[in-house]
């Protein structure tokens, strides 16, 4: 990777940003196995091959009755007689021509039968002939309607074929993915590791929230928000996460951190301090001790973004830990996350991971904005009860009620205004935090 920064007035697309950073991310190789029940949020080291056929029979989809449908329809609305009772993991004998069987959901279809009528459109019935009667033992039963060949019967293999790649590597396995993995017999998993990721914050003028009361607040100081959202964000991604103490503005103090972390972690965050020009410690520190690229990204909040790695020769050790600069407004310090950080941690922890943002919807503007800016910007939205979209009235990056407010962003193209009833770009929080 190239240590050389780019100038201050080299603005990179969002798409060229997410794409370089995503080309930075080479997946850990280390594996372990889970738990086929605790590896919900873990991303699948191997393609998942089903060893088995899913159905391994024909079944019932119905609480109904096992039929031949030549049968029914040579029966032409008379009643026929219910030769076996068929449960849930239990085989009937061969339907004898000219009888049904009553079965039940998952029970397995009898030889002979092609189709399965419900319940619903079956009534009970008399024999025509009482001399008939002890040839339906479970009673008869007539049929209104001719069934179809293949009605209401789940066929063997139909959700999942022996020899297939049912979840493919590279999945962060949800709770369906889990019920698909035991449908096959699956009890544990071989996952990759979970991402080590620390937290540094910098600078004098934070204070941890509960350090002091707000009424005793020094001058000038402000309580550290970015940690209490970045946080969770991690752990979401499945993320083991260190929260390093606040570091004081020295570069001894800041190498010294930042050496510590990269000794034991695959990635740190720092937040602030990565705008081309700013007076900060942590540059020198990495570009000292690795390589570090500053990045002014045409988007609006979060322009300044950074990349670089740390070299574990410097503690004895082997291999990179990667740092990356986040801006210190929280609202900036957000949106550069969700958009650029996290794809990043995905894929550097194995996530098959597409270089383009969530599939955006289009729906309406309830608001206007006539004064758009000549970047990209990523506005704080969320829907009304009509389906439209309303506009948090205070769009400043400082303002993190905005993001505690919204749902989602309007992805607004650079330099266009927006009228009240305009078709946007919407982009759920929920498709950018899961």
């Not at 030889?111 to 009482?130: L, S």
């Not at 060949?149 to 139909?158: K, L």
């Not at 900036?332 to 943002?357: C, N, W």
Request: aromatic share 6%.
């Amino acid at each position: 990777m190239s240590a050389s920064p780019l100038r201050p007035t080299a603005l990179m697309t969002l798409e060229e940003a997410l794409a370089q950073i995503l080309s930075r991310a080479t997946p850990i190789a280390d594996i372990e196995t889970v738990a086929t029940e605790s590896a919900v949020g873990r991303v699948l080291a191997h393609d998942l091959v089903a060893a088995l056929d899913v159905p391994g029979f024909d079944n019932s989809q119905m609480d109904g009755y096992a039929v031949r449908c030549a049968d029914v329809a040579a029966a032409a609305g008379q009643p026929l007689p219910v030769a076996q009772r068929i449960a849930a993991g239990q085989f009937g004998a061969s339907l004898a021509p000219g009888t049904v069987a009553r079965i039940f959901t998952g029970a397995p279809i009898p030889a002979g039968a092609d189709a399965v009528v419900m319940q619903e459109d079956a009534t009970a019935a008399e024999p025509a002939r009482a001399e008939d009667a002890a040839s339906g033992p479970y009673g008869w039963v007539r049929f209104a309607d001719l069934p179809r060949p293949g009605q209401w019967v789940r066929r063997r293999g139909e959700d999942v074929a022996a020899g297939k790649v049912i979840v493919p590597a590279g999945t962060r396995l949800s709770p369906a993915h889990l019920g698909l993995a035991a449908s096959v017999g699956v009890a544990q998993l071989a996952v990759v590791r979970r991402l080590r990721v620390a937290l540094v914050t910098t600078g004098n003028e934070l204070i941890q929230p509960g350090q002091c009361p707000p009424e005793e607040l020094p001058p000038g100081a402000i309580y550290n928000s970015n940690r209490y959202f970045l946080e969770p964000l991690l752990r979401r991604l499945g993320c083991e996460v260190s929260v390093l103490p606040p570091v004081p503005d020295t570069r001894p103090a800041t190498q010294a951190a930042l050496l510590g972390a990269a000794a034991s972690h695959d990635v740190i965050i720092t937040t602030g301090g990565v705008s081309v020009g700013e007076a900060d410690h942590v540059k020198p520190v990495v570009q000292a001790l690795g390589a570090l690229d500053s990045w002014q990204v045409a988007i609006k909040p979060g322009k300044p973004f950074a990349h670089g790695w740390i070299d574990r020769r410097n503690v004895a050790a082997e291999g990179r830990c990667h740092v990356l600069g986040l801006p210190g407004n929280p609202v900036s310090s957000f949106v550069t996350f969700i958009l650029l950080a996290r794809p990043f941690l995905l894929r550097l922890g194995g996530a098959a991971v597409a270089p383009t943002l969530p599939q955006t919807l289009p729906l309406t503007a309830q608001f206007e904005w006539p004064r758009p800016d000549k970047r990209r910007e990523f506005l704080r939205v969320r829907l009304n009860a009509g389906g439209e979209l309303e506009l948090y009235p205070n769009q400043n990056s400082s303002v993190l009620t905005s993001v505690a407010w919204a749902d989602g962003l309007v992805d607004n193209p650079p330099g266009r205004a927006i009228a009240r009833g305009d078709t946007v770009r919407y982009l759920p929080l929920s498709a950018l935090l899961e």
